[in-house]
């Protein structure tokens, strides 16, 4: 019996993204594990382990070409030169044909939301280390995804660099600029937490979540351990408040 044929396939462009940093500096901190720390993720126990098997294990590195491939796939990370900068692409292989546009998904959203805590990380801090919060579940009845949850609908269409201010349900007031959106997230420079970021991210409606779902990426730089653990809590009782505790698997 004759085998099917693999169906064919095609790159798919996850992620491109100007960062104002050399493309050796850039293509060091997805090859360096201690630098990939201070970017990938959100602190979590097991973060070195899930680095390591993500971009050690799996990592195959061209250095000259810049191209990061993963064993048993065509996806891959290019860093191209461009001026005093350089651009950092997320590709995937994807079925011919199949259509994306106004699909959630987990992955994709998850390196945009990476890709831009490593621009912010190169441009802003020099990769020193981060704190990060991270908080994810489905909104409680009556609720709904986190950017509108949070007033942070009227900057879905801000521009980069565009300044913002909001004064959120957390009792804090933000005070920076746009950084990056999508279709489902926001990212937002919060200079009052180290010139950190808030990135917020919606996701798709679901049968269990029919009220709206979504996560919260608030990465910080240089707060005291106080300072970081009343902002936490602050921050946790709100999302308690108003969103399902169950954590949530990749979807």
């Keep these: 019996m004759t085998e099917a044929a693999e169906p064919p396939t095609v790159d798919r462009l996850l992620v491109e993204v100007t960062i104002a940093a050399p493309a050796d500096a850039v293509w060091d901190a997805i090859r360096d594990p201690a630098k990939i720390y201070n970017w990938f993720g959100w602190d979590a126990p097991g973060l070195e382990e899930e680095i390591a098997y993500i971009f050690e294990q799996f990592g195959r590195a061209d250095d000259d070409g810049h191209i990061l491939r993963f064993e048993g796939t065509e996806d891959r990370f290019e860093v191209e030169p461009r001026g005093n900068g350089c651009v950092l692409r997320v590709i995937r292989a994807a079925p011919a044909g199949t259509g994306w546009e106004g699909v959630y998904e987990?992955?994709?959203?998850?390196?945009?939301?990476?890709?831009?805590?490593?621009?912010?990380?190169?441009?802003?801090?020099?990769?020193?280390?981060?704190?990060?919060?991270?908080l994810s579940g489905r909104a409680k009845p009556g609720g709904s995804g986190p950017i509108a949850a949070l007033g942070l609908a009227g900057f879905r269409a801000a521009k980069d660099g565009d300044p913002i201010s909001a004064d959120l349900p957390t009792g804090d007031r933000i005070a920076g600029e746009a950084w990056h959106r999508s279709v489902w997230q926001i990212g937002l420079t919060v200079p009052q937490w180290g010139e950190g970021l808030l990135v917020v991210t919606d996701k798709s409606v679901k049968e269990d979540a029919p009220n709206g779902r979504g996560m919260v990426i608030l990465t910080t730089y240089g707060l005291s351990d106080d300072a970081f653990g009343t902002l936490e809590r602050r921050w946790r009782d709100w999302w308690t408040a108003h969103y399902d505790a169950t954590p949530e698997t990749c979807e």
């Design 106 to 134: 987990d992955m994709t959203e998850g390196w945009i939301s990476f890709v831009q805590q490593l621009r912010l990380a190169l441009e802003r801090h020099g990769l020193e280390p981060r704190r990060t919060l991270y």
